[in-house]
């Protein structure tokens, strides 16, 4: 197989370091304005997406300090859910299947899908438990490539945090 952005050998559709480059592309992308003085907390309860999400926050704002929580916070400006686009899709379908609308979060991982989530933290040797699969998001991705951020559109235009 060969990577879909530079053409080189790759076992997935992209290469490792085009992989690492575009999910750190939409990671710096879905930052939050952020000054010197900005009180900046990062939500890690130890999943993949936790850990990859303090990885990125760390390595992307460098203007100021970043602290890390299991839980949310108060006397924080910003607050960084590791909310990924699967997420957000899921959101949507819980809340028009269910009624259930889930709090609009801010996030670095809104444009990145677990999968990519998970191919960076093994390129990264961040450690991560085993993948669950077989969620309904990601078997609606593998039949329709595309429909997890299509779905993650509506579901910022309807539960909030569009950009
Ligand atoms: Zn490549």
């Known amino acids: 197989m060969e990577c879909a952005k530079c053409g080189k050998p790759a076992a997935d559709e992209q290469c490792g370091s085009c992989l690492v480059k575009s999910v750190e592309k939409k990671a710096r992308k879905a930052l939050p304005k952020i000054t010197g003085n900005s009180r900046i907390l990062v939500i890690n ?7 990859v999400s303090e990885y990125l926050a760390r390595k992307l704002i460098t ?3 970043v602290s890390c929580s299991k839980l949310p916070k108060e006397g ?4 960084l859910h590791a909310h990924t686009a699967d997420k957000k899709a899921s959101d949507l379908l819980e809340f ?3 009624s259930r609308k889930t709090e609009p979060a801010q996030s670095l991982l809104g444009q990145l899908l677990r999968k990519e989530i ?4 093994k390129i990264k040797n961040i450690a991560c438990d085993a993948e669950k699969s077989g969620q309904m998001v990601e078997k609606l991705e593998q039949r329709s490539k595309g429909s997890t951020h299509a779905l993650a559109r509506v579901s910022e235009e309807i539960l909030g945090l569009g950009r």
């Open 118 to 121: 998970a191919a960076y933290a």
């Open 45 to 51: 309860d130890g999943s993949c997406e936790g850990k």
């Open 96 to 98: 028009m299947l269910e």
């Open 63 to 65: 203007i100021t300090e």
């Open 76 to 79: 924080y400006d910003v607050v």
